[in-house]
């Protein structure tokens, strides 16, 4: 599915062209798919009926190749800008399950037990990211799950010798302030130095919606 409607923020641009293009190549391989399947296998261990997943900012399907090994017979979806990695990720889950489109672009068609953003939210637009937090709330029947590098308060980093290209906050604690019916379930640190699976330095966030009378 292909959607364009909102005008494109610097950000959009820059990972849907030829950096996000180039991004491919190193968002693959046995190794991170391995680091990736411990991730989400600590992270989800102690969580229930899982069985639809939506990724936004899915790139080639990589952490949902890692899901798929943790849950065989889960239903996923992937939103991605960037056309080339999404063509990709078509080959994986279908092209009935994916949007080439920006987030916000992204027209909901259901709601999934769990909503998946890892490392993305920081290459967004800050001044986007309330209308991005809706998109991921609505989204979600019982779980999001937000994995992205932390700062208490918000922050511009160079970004491989790009600015304004990389944003660290407290996304988790800004959704948790935005929607009453969430709560933390858990909360966590993936560290480079580990090991057997290193990871990227980033904080996640499991939040659930409390209300199950809620869910559809």
Not at 63 to 70: E, G, S, Y
Not at 129 to 134: A, M
Not at 178 to 188: I, K, R, W
Request: aromatic share 12%; proline share 2%.
């Amino acid at each position: 599915m292909l959607e364009t409607k909102n005008q494109l923020t610097e950000q959009e641009h820059f990972w849907k062209g030829e950096f996000g293009d180039e991004y491919i190549s190193r968002n693959e391989g046995l190794k991170l798919l391995a680091s990736k399947t411990y991730y989400f296998s600590s992270i989800l261990k102690n969580t229930s009926k899982i069985n639809s997943c939506i990724e936004f900012g899915s790139n080639i399907g990589l952490n949902l190749d890692a899901l798929r090994t943790l849950y065989p017979y889960q239903e996923h979806y992937g939103v991605e800008i960037n056309k080339k990695a999404c063509d990709i990720l078509q080959t994986k889950i279908g092209k009935e399950n994916t949007s080439n489109c920006s987030i916000l672009d992204f027209h909901q068609v259901k709601k999934w037990d769990l909503v998946l953003v890892k490392g993305v939210l920081i290459h967004l637009n800050p001044e986007s990211l309330n209308d991005v937090y809706e998109k991921i709330y609505n989204c979600s029947n019982k779980y999001i799950l937000i994995s992205e590098y932390y700062n208490p308060t918000p922050v511009s980093i160079n970004y491989r010798g790009h600015k304004n290209k990389l944003f660290k906050r407290d996304f988790a604690g800004e959704i948790l302030d935005t929607f009453d019916d969430l709560e933390l379930h858990s909360y966590g640190f993936g560290y480079h130095r580990d090991l057997n699976f290193p990871q990227d330095d980033e904080n996640w966030f499991l939040l659930e919606k409390k209300n199950d009378d809620k869910l559809l």
